[in-house]
């Protein structure tokens, strides 16, 4: 059986047991009667969905490929939005918000865990308290079982 996305519009297979799946292509949860070929319910706000995957990425510099970014190491971003969950299962960040480069275009950026708990030492745990305060780019550093990430932190 074949369905389309209510958000997207993206063909969905679904299994005969299959109540609810989510869309491959955009992560929105379809739900669906075994009667019906069509979305029975919207659990997703279409906004925060929107808002979450389409908005364009602050892209950090890569030592491993060799490329730049919109910033380098050493860089200051100041936060716009609260950072939070992503609605969008795409997204492999497990904190996201909003930031403002020094030439004032705004970006979303994807937090890690110890990029959070860095500024959780002079910020706070709350990301609400981070709005309007900067945050540096520290570059990518070996983290936890020496995988490789970019790092975050508050110059003091």
């Known amino acids: 059986m074949a369905n389309n996305c209510w958000f997207c519009e993206a063909a969905i297979s679904w299994e005969m047991a299959?109540?609810?799946?989510?869309?491959?292509?955009c992560g929105c949860e379809n739900n669906q009667d075994s009667k019906d070929t069509q979305p029975m319910e919207v659990k997703l706000i279409p906004d925060?969905?929107?808002?979450?995957?389409?908005?364009?990425?602050?892209?950090?510099?890569?030592?491993?490929?060799?490329?730049?970014?919109d910033i380098k190491k050493g860089d200051s971003v100041e936060v716009v939005v609260e950072f939070d969950a992503p609605t969008n299962p795409k997204l492999k960040s497990p904190l996201i918000g909003k930031v403002k480069l020094m030439n004032g275009e705004e970006k979303t950026l994807g937090l890690n865990w110890t990029s959070y708990y860095e500024i959780c030492k002079v910020y706070g745990q709350d990301?609400?308290?981070?709005?309007?305060?900067?945050?540096?780019?520290?570059?990518?550093?070996?983290?936890?079982r020496g995988a490789a990430g970019h790092s975050w932190i508050v110059k003091k």
């Open 18 to 25: 299959e109540l609810i799946k989510n869309c491959p292509n």
């Open 48 to 69: 925060k969905v929107r808002e979450s995957q389409f908005s364009p990425f602050l892209k950090l510099p890569n030592l491993v490929s060799g490329t730049e970014g």
């Open 127 to 144: 990301t609400k308290d981070w709005v309007g305060k900067e945050i540096t780019y520290g570059g990518m550093k070996t983290m936890g």
